[in-house]
């Protein structure tokens, strides 16, 4: 198995289900950084890892504040970097945090701040598609929160670092349900 694991949902209760199982790979320190169009799925998988690590709040979309902390069997930071314009502000959002291996850190928008992430960390593209398996034309409605939106999202785990290559190795038999062709 190379560094990527293609799988696919189509409703937000399943992308949840999907990060609930990735969330048992997880350990204090890990860094994952989603990526995707709005409305794509990257709150929702917050949420479902989130509850998998005992957070018990309602966890929301950080856009606005840019940056959530919960308590759970593991302290979860959650920033969304959308609307920043530089890595200045991710690092004065208290990103240093996120580094101290205490969390598991989610970063909405990881790939605005690649140059801030740590060499070993879990990418995670969300694509939205349409039911025949073409691409969609815009975000559509947001759907992170609600469970009736039906629309196909394919989801990409992009291991970087030796563990994360491994992690995902061993989580590949759990993910089957999820599987998808590349």
């Excluded at 509850?51 to 018990?56: I, N, P, S």
């Excluded at 979860?76 to 609307?83: A, G, P």
């Excluded at 929160?145 to 291991?159: K, N, T």
Aim: with cysteine; aromatic share 6%; net charge negative.
């Amino acid at each position: 198995m190379g560094a990527e694991l293609y799988l696919g949902c189509a409703t937000p209760a399943e992308t949840r289900r999907m990060a609930a199982t990735v969330a048992g790979a997880l350990r204090a320190g890990d860094v994952l950084a989603l990526t995707g169009e709005l409305g794509a799925g990257k709150t929702c998988f917050v949420q479902g890892a989130a509850a998998a690590l005992g957070v018990t709040e309602r966890v929301t979309s950080p856009s606005f504040v840019l940056r959530r902390e919960y308590q759970g069997r593991l302290p979860l930071l959650h920033f969304d970097v959308y609307r920043l314009d530089t890595l200045q502000e991710v690092v004065e959002l208290g990103y240093e945090q996120a580094q101290d291996g205490t969390h598991v850190t989610f970063i909405e928008w990881g790939d605005a701040v690649s140059q801030l992430l740590p060499p070993e960390h879990l990418e995670i593209e969300f694509r939205l598609s349409q039911p025949d398996g073409g691409e969609a034309l815009n975000g559509g409605p947001d759907t992170d929160s609600a469970d009736d939106g039906a629309e196909h999202r394919q989801v990409v785990l992009r291991a970087h670092g030796p563990d994360w290559l491994r992690r995902i190795a061993g989580l590949s038999a759990d993910l089957r349900p999820w599987r998808e062709a590349a």
